[in-house]
Structure formats: C-alpha cells, structure tokens
C-alpha cells in the first residue's frame, strides 16, 4: 500500500526522498529484528528480503496471503551490501563458502541452497541479474555469471590499489550488452561501462 506523506531519506548514494512510502503488512516473526533489501519473485505478489533473527541474516519471503517463512538457516548473508534478486523460482544472495570467502548463491522456493560461484577471491560487490547471467565483480575483474553453471567470464582488467573497482554494484545496459560499474582513479570515482560479452 502506497501512502501519501513527504518522505525525506537519510544522506546516501542510494537514497531517495518522496512524496509517498510504501507499507507491507505481513504476520512475522516476534524475533525479526530487521528487513531490508527485498525483491519481487517473479510475476507473484511475494517478496523476498534480507531478515535478521538473533544477528543472523537470512533469505525470508512474504507471500501473497501474507505468511512469513524462512528459507535459509545458514551461517548468514554476507559480502558487500546487495539486494536480493529473483527470477520467479530461485533466489540470488551472497554468502560465505567453507573456506570463508564470499560466494554467488541461489535458493529455490522449496528452500534448496546452491552455491552457484567458486572464485577463489571471491564476490566484491553487489550484483543483477538479467536472463541467464549475473554481472558482478568477481576475483577482482567486473565478471558475467552463467546463471545455471555459475561459470565466470572476467570482462575487466582486475582491480588495483591505484584503479580499484568499488563493490557498489554491477549493472547490465537495458538490453544486457553492456555493464555499468564504478572505478575509483585518482581520488575520484568514475563510471565505466564494459561489454558484457
């Protein structure tokens, strides 16, 4: 439900004020301390967000009728600030491999949790998700992601101490031929675009 009232947004890059917030009303957990970075799954009107119980970070959904569930009891979403993304029957996070380094992840519906990516540097961003790829920095280079295989193509030169990438995010063009991402030179950060390959 949207409602009319002006909304004036704490100072952030991502931030945005308005003239309307949006509510969800939902049965939940007395424990849900926190939900943040949502998306819609698919063509539903069910969302998943980013839920914290106990200091844990897991993937939840609301669904149409309202109820709760938790699909994850994991060891936590990690890695750069990122918002969950959905292509109507998985779900995209990052999280901790065995070895402590921060993965591409996918969870379906019914819960089932997949380890999509096995960088040995790890994810270093944000990340989307359009058609059968992911774009995100990945070992260091701005990356495309085989969605199903979790096969990574670094598209970029890697990041280095005088030409580092920043974890923000990587976005695909409307059209998926290109990836928009954020380079820091010289003080200054600069964004730069890169075929997607």
């Not at 931030?15 to 949006?22: D, H, P, Q, R």
């Not at 961003?125 to 969605?147: H, N």
């Not at 995010?169 to 950060?189: K, L, M, Q, T, W």
Request: aromatic share 8%; charged share 25%.
């Amino acid at each position: 439900m949207a409602v009319p009232s002006r909304v004036v947004a704490p100072p952030h890059p991502r931030n945005y004020g308005g003239e309307y917030f949006s509510t969800l009303w939902t049965k939940t957990d007395a424990r849900l301390t926190r939900a943040c970075e949502e998306c819609w799954i698919g063509d539903s009107r069910s969302i998943a967000f980013q839920g914290t119980i106990d200091g844990v970070v897991d993937v939840f959904v609301v669904d149409e009728r309202g109820e709760l569930r938790r699909l994850t009891q994991s060891l936590g979403l990690a890695g750069p600030r990122h918002w969950l993304q959905s292509d109507g029957h998985r779900i995209a996070c990052l999280m901790k491999d065995e070895r402590d380094i921060v993965q591409l992840w996918t969870v379906s519906l019914e819960g089932e949790l997949r380890q999509l990516t096995r960088c040995e540097q790890g994810i270093g961003s944000a990340f989307t998700w359009q058609g059968r790829k992911f774009a995100a920095v990945a070992d260091g280079c701005v990356a495309s992601i085989d969605a199903d295989s979790g096969a990574v193509v670094a598209l970029s030169p890697p990041s280095r101490d005088d030409d580092e990438i920043r974890p923000e995010a990587c976005v695909f063009s409307p059209d998926g031929s290109e990836i928009a991402y954020v380079r820091r030179r010289s003080g200054s950060n600069h964004i730069c675009v890169i075929s997607a390959g």
